[in-house]
T-cell receptor
Framework: DAGVIQSPRHEVTEMGQEVTLRCKPI?????LFWYRQTMMRGLELLIY????????DSGMPEDRFSAKMPNASFSTLKIQPSEPRDSAVYFC????????????FGPGTRLTVT | SQQGEEDPQALSIQEGENATMNCSYK?????LQWYRQNSGRGLVHLIL?????REKHSGRLRVTLDTSKKSSSLLITASRAADTASYFC???????????FGAGTRLFVKA
């Protein structure tokens, strides 16, 4: 199994630009999570999906952030327009739904907004 | 807000020593998990303990859970330099999909 795949691994963009982060979860996992990690705020849950449906997006910081999961094997997190304070490492994780919710993390996307 | 709070925030020990990290949480849980994160990498699941369990072992790892005190500990025995990483506790709630992560303990094992 390839594990959770994220792309790009690194993204440098200018303030105001649109940024799209991509995630392919592990096949057979039907829960998907987007996290943001910074030194100041630690690991924050942004949104999670179950069976492609957004269940809780209360962690999405602002309307500039949006996430989609058009099918079971793909999700995107979009920031439009980006700001310097969005600079962070963004992780995608997937798990099987159920009582045991061990999560498998991708390698992350390091986003730098200048 | 974060559910789990790890203690200490940072820990530095010599190779061969044991490392103990603690986690406290606030609400009822279904299970508690520990994850490790090496610098620049994603989190890796280490061990899960259910709310009806009190202790669990996996290799050099020992996890305890005290639901009456809403706390857990992770013990790494005979530490190695390769154990240097950040360790996070995470709580899972009954019937939910969500796992809430704490701020983590940074462990440094000196060779």
């Amino acid at each position: 199994d390839a594990g959770v795949i994220q792309s790009p691994r690194h993204e440098v963009t200018e303030m105001g630009q649109e940024v799209t982060l991509r995630c392919k979860p592990i096949s057979g996992h039907n829960s998907l999570f987007w996290y943001r990690q910074t030194m100041m705020r630690g690991l924050e849950l942004l949104i999670y999906f179950n069976n492609n449906v957004p269940i809780d997006d209360s962690g999405m910081p602002e309307d500039r952030f949006s996430a989609k999961m058009p099918n079971a094997s793909f999700s995107t997190l979009k920031i439009q327009p980006s700001e310097p304070r969005d600079s962070a490492v963004y992780f995608c994780a997937s798990s099987r739904t159920g009582e045991v919710n061990e999560q498998y993390f991708g390698p992350g996307t390091r986003l730098t907004v200048t | 807000s974060q559910q789990g709070e790890e203690d200490p925030q940072a820990l530095s020990i010599q190779e061969g020593e044991n490392a103990t990290m603690n986690c406290s949480y606030k609400t009822s849980i279904n299970n508690l998990q520990w994850y490790r994160q090496n610098s620049g990498r994603g989190l890796v699941h280490l061990i899960l303990i259910r709310s009806n369990e009190r202790e669990k072992h996996s290799g050099r790892l020992r996890v305890t859970l005290d639901t009456s005190k809403k706390s857990s500990s992770l013990l790494i025995t005979a530490s190695r330099a390769a154990d240097t990483a950040s360790y996070f506790c995470a709580t899972g709630n009954t019937g939910g999909f969500k796992t809430i992560f704490g701020a983590g303990t940074r462990l440094f094992v000196k060779a």
